[in-house]
């Protein structure tokens, strides 16, 4: 079976300071892929990043970062100086062979940052 | 560049009413096309994929119903509505491999009265 956990239902921060969402998953397939999508109080998922199981280099693409372990089992991923503007809900989901085409998908974290 | 339509944006029908959600993806051909249910409390649940026209897979067992009638439409229909069909209802495209990244229309809210 697989399965996501994003422990932290909400986070609230004040702008300007770093935040870390966590994202634990299980699965028992050697290949699969993890991903994260912002959703905005808009309503439509955004696609932040994609990364499978045999790259386990951390990313970093202007504020944004993400922290791979496979030792761990984790696929964390950070804000550096939060604005007001990365307030949304974060998903990191997972997609396996042992899943069938599904994707699953954590139950979120709500990131709200304050002036 | 590609993009994704979803029609209507907002609904509210009666309980026992038919539905009908459309949904199209332009600048690609041949896309796997996803439905997925987000009810209240954010968790987001596969509804039905499909990999190819009048191909559809349901994820669960429900009121609802999927089509593929053309290679960049998909529909989600229901017969009679019920109360626990209330929720966000958002369309999907990936191409390639089914492990490549999944992109996702504006959505539908749906509220059954």
């Known amino acids: 079976a697989q399965k996501v956990t994003q422990a932290q239902t909400e986070i609230s921060v004040v702008e300007k300071e770093d935040v870390t969402l966590d994202c634990v998953y299980e699965?028992?397939?050697?290949?699969?892929?993890l991903f994260w999508y912002k959703q905005p109080p808009s309503g439509e998922l955004v696609f932040l990043i994609r990364r499978n199981s045999f790259d386990e280099q951390n990313e970093i693409s202007g504020r944004y970062s993400w922290n791979f372990q496979k030792s761990t089992s984790s696929f964390n991923f950070t804000i550096t100086a939060s604005q007001v503007v990365d307030s949304a809900v974060y998903f990191c989901a997972l997609k396996a062979a042992g899943g069938g085409n599904k994707l699953t998908f954590g139950t979120g974290t709500q990131l709200k940052v304050e002036l | 560049s590609q993009t994704i339509h979803q029609w209507p944006a907002t609904l509210v029908q009666p309980v026992g009413s038919p539905l009908s959600l459309e949904c199209t993806v332009e600048?690609?051909?041949?896309?796997?096309l996803y439905w997925y249910r987000q009810a209240a409390g954010r968790g987001l649940q596969l509804l039905f994929y499909s990999v190819g026209i009048g191909q559809i897979s349901s994820e669960v067992p429900q009121n609802l119903s999927a089509s593929r009638p053309q290679d960049r439409q998909f529909i989600l229909s229901s017969k009679k509505l019920l109360l626990s069909d209330s929720g966000f209802y958002l369309c999907?495209?990936?191409?390639?491999?089914?492990?490549?990244?999944?992109?996702f229309g504006p959505g539908t809210r749906l509220t059954v009265l």
């Open positions: 999907a495209w990936s191409v390639g491999g089914l492990y490549n990244e999944q992109f």
């Open positions: 600048g690609t051909s041949n896309p796997n």
């Open positions: 699965t028992r397939d050697t290949t699969y892929y």
